[in-house]
């Protein structure tokens, strides 16, 4: 099997088989349309022969001109159908058996001279890893080569936090221009209140359907990472901010687009519309909260995953046991939940530095 018909298999697997989210399988093929470029421009070389100069060219690094490499599974949409991989027309190109760890530690070696980040590396030892596990499972290859692949330790960064203060100040902020009606200022302050609220990521709360929200139980049910289903509690401003929306709000927003008509809400359509009457996009959720938290005091991200971070540090701060925050966040390791505890010890420690007497 060649290397770049193995890649598009993977590919739909991951998507098709596996349920692995747009954004995964979007990360994975970016990685493995760099891989296979730099498999192609260098024949299968080693780290030696890079090294040596007999492989670096433009192609070979996975830049602009990698959507032009012969063996290129890129298409149109980066999460296409199995029929736009790429792969059909392409030049057979290297055996899959050319795929082993020299050649990944080739790479590997080759983007980090290019610069990139650890995190950025060690997702792609993370890429490398499930392709080889899939070539093992498939018997392509007699082992998993990217078995002894080893991510580069990054330094962890704290999330940015804010204070219960800023929170109060931002979103009575928003509440206030919800005052004439404005359905996009309720559709906004909903949103707002729903991601701090229930601390989702913004792909659960842009695919969230109306039927996920239940007003008397005060609950959302969203789906997670890996297609998993879970239910979280929602505060009073929360669930009246979306309560609001859904009768005052969204039948505006939806009798906007013709498809909806008179805005006649099924109970599979999505919670949240766009200006348009379409569904929200994260784009639009983004520039949102950009927008809001450019008033606030601070620096760091100014993403929607700000206010999941708030959300979780606030629980622990009031008292809130870890594993029911993990539950809570849809996180499948406890180990992903526990950075929030740093963040409550490091505000503990500057906020007896700033108070104590004797700190």
Not at 129 to 155: H, I, M, T
């Amino acid at each position: 099997m060649h290397l770049v018909s193995a890649i598009a298999a993977f590919l739909d697997a991951v998507r098709l088989e596996y349920g692995y989210s747009t954004h995964t399988v979007r990360a994975y093929r970016r990685d493995l349309e760099d891989f296979l470029a730099f498999a192609e421009g260098t024949g299968g070389g080693s780290a030696a022969e890079v090294e040596a100069g007999t492989g670096d060219s433009p192609s070979a690094g996975g830049g602009p001109d990698a959507a032009n490499n012969p063996g290129s599974v890129s298409g149109p949409d980066p999460v296409s159908g199995p029929g736009d991989m790429g792969g059909g027309d392409a030049p057979a190109g290297l055996e899959v058996s050319a795929c082993d760890l020299e050649l990944m530690r080739a790479w590997l070696w080759q983007r980090q001279q290019r610069g990139l980040a650890p995190t950025t590396l060690a997702r792609n030892v993370a890429t490398l890893k499930s392709f080889g596990s899939w070539l093992e499972r498939r018997q392509l290859v007699p082992g998993n080569p990217a078995s002894r692949l080893r991510a580069p330790k990054a330094p962890r960064e704290l999330p940015r936090v804010l204070a219960d203060g800023q929170m109060t100040r931002l979103l009575d902020r928003v509440a206030r221009r919800t005052a004439d009606g404005d359905p996009e200022a309720l559709r906004d302050l909903a949103v707002l209140e729903l991601l701090y609220a229930a601390a989702l990521r913004v792909s659960e709360l842009c695919t969230l359907p109306i039927a996920g929200f239940d007003r008397r139980e005060r609950t959302v049910r969203v789906l997670g990472k890996g297609g998993k289903e879970r239910v979280v509690p929602l505060g009073g401003p929360a669930a009246r901010a979306i309560e609001r929306y859904l009768v005052e709000g969204r039948p505006i927003l939806a009798a906007r687009a013709a498809a909806q008509g008179t805005g006649a809400a099924r109970p599979d359509a999505p919670l949240f519309l766009g200006n348009r009457g379409g569904a929200l996009g994260t784009n639009a959720v983004y520039r949102l909260v950009a927008r809001e938290l450019a008033d606030e005091p601070g620096g760091g991200p100014r993403g929607p995953h700000t206010f999941r971070h708030t959300a979780a540090t606030h629980l622990l701060d009031g008292g809130a046991d870890l594993r029911i925050v993990q539950e809570m966040l849809g996180h499948a390791s406890l180990s992903s939940t526990q950075v929030y505890t740093h963040v409550s010890t490091e505000r503990l420690a500057q906020s007896y530095r700033q108070a104590h007497p004797r700190a």
